[in-house]
T-cell receptor
């Protein structure tokens, strides 16, 4: 079956760095997405990786290793507004998005 | 960026009634729209994929006669929850695929449905 694993919850301190990991087992691979979802709101697109390596976008970076079925989202200079759930999603060979359960990130002052 | 609207944002209805939720792509044409359901503290659950002008493709376990989806134009898809029951209470979110790579999904703000 298809499976996306990410930690349920993480806690970090304002101003620090946090890395949220995602491992996947899917039928084929056509890209990995990271989305941010604040409580009670819809997800918003953060990043996309289809080739191995690191994609940097401001304070957020996303890394992919296809051979390991592994990705991480790196958040730097954490701000209180970064408190949210972070969803990892993989697009399989049928171009279907397979969603992880999300990682709830709690930022403490 | 692409904007997707959803209406209503919140709705309360009585058991046995039907509720229609609209999803619109405001500044792009969406040949494909998706309908998700999300329970508290759970991940998104894809209900169906909707292509303009054709019947929606429902995920396993989703009753197509209960959750009617219509995608009549390139900018509008509707989800009708028929004969709603309290267990249908949930957060319903639509999304639409962009027109260029990487074809990420743009999400509407969601509709909170409460069935009493």
């Amino acid at each position: 079956g298809q499976n996306i694993d990410q930690p349920t919850e993480m806690t970090a301190t304002e101003g620090a760095i946090v890395q949220i990991n995602c491992t996947y087992q899917t039928s084929g691979f056509n890209g990995l997405f990271w989305y941010q979802q604040h409580a009670g709101e819809a997800p918003t697109f953060l990043s996309y990786n289809v080739l191995d390596g690191l994609e940097e976008k401001g304070r957020f970076s996303s890394f992919l290793s296809r051979s390991k079925g592994y990705s991480y989202l790196l958040l730097k200079e954490l701000q209180m507004k970064d408190s949210a759930s972070y969803l990892c999603a993989v697009r399989d060979s049928n171009y279907q998005l397979i969603w992880g359960a999300g990682t709830k990130l709690i930022i403490k002052p | 960026g692409a904007v997707v609207s959803q209406h209503p944002s919140r709705v309360i209805c009585k058991s046995g009634t039907s509720v229609k939720i609209e999803c619109r792509s405001l500044d792009f044409q969406a040949t494909t729209m998706f309908w998700y359901r999300q329970f508290p503290k759970k991940s998104l659950m894809l209900m169906a994929t909707s292509n303009e002008g054709s019947k929606a493709t429902y995920e396993q376990g989703v009753e197509k006669d209960k959750f009617l989806i219509n995608h009549a134009s390139l900018t509008l898809s509707t989800l009708t929850v028929t004969s709603a029951h309290p267990e249908d209470s949930s957060f319903y979110i639509c999304s639409a695929t962009g027109t260029s790579d990487p074809l990420e999904q743009y999400f509407g703000p969601g509709t909170r449905l409460t069935v009493t």
